[in-house]
């Protein structure tokens, strides 16, 4: 979700001229949008497969009401996932409050040591 061009097919371009401008206007808080929940969704998975899995509430939680156990239960993995994972080996418990007080872009989403750098200034 990084794009930084859009190519409109000529033919809606000539029905409705100002597409492109719109979706100009609208790219930069459509990727901050992808970017956050991309992010929430990581920091979520991160807890389930390194706090929860051990859990017997949550393990009940599974069978009760989902029907299945933890070896079956699958978070979808993600890139957030991935990059939670890569900055918690960095920051440690300090990850989570990081995040959210300085939220990763689409780009260092992708690339974590981005972030880290940010960070860093």
Do not use: C
């Amino acid at each position: 979700m990084t794009f930084t061009h859009v190519e409109i097919d000529p033919k809606i371009g000539e029905s409705i001229p100002e597409l492109l401008g719109i979706y100009k206007k609208w790219l930069v808080p459509i990727q901050q949008h992808h970017a956050a929940f991309t992010a929430m969704e990581g920091m979520a998975a991160f807890a389930i497969e390194n706090i929860l899995k051990d859990d017997q509430d949550f393990q009940n939680y599974l069978t009760t009401f989902m029907g299945t156990d933890f070896s079956a239960y699958q978070v979808r993995k993600s890139m957030g996932k991935d990059f939670t994972k890569t900055i918690y080996e960095k920051l440690g418990k300090d990850t989570f409050k990081k995040m959210i007080q300085i939220p990763p872009n689409t780009r260092e989403l992708k690339d974590p040591q981005l972030y880290l750098k940010k960070l860093s200034l």
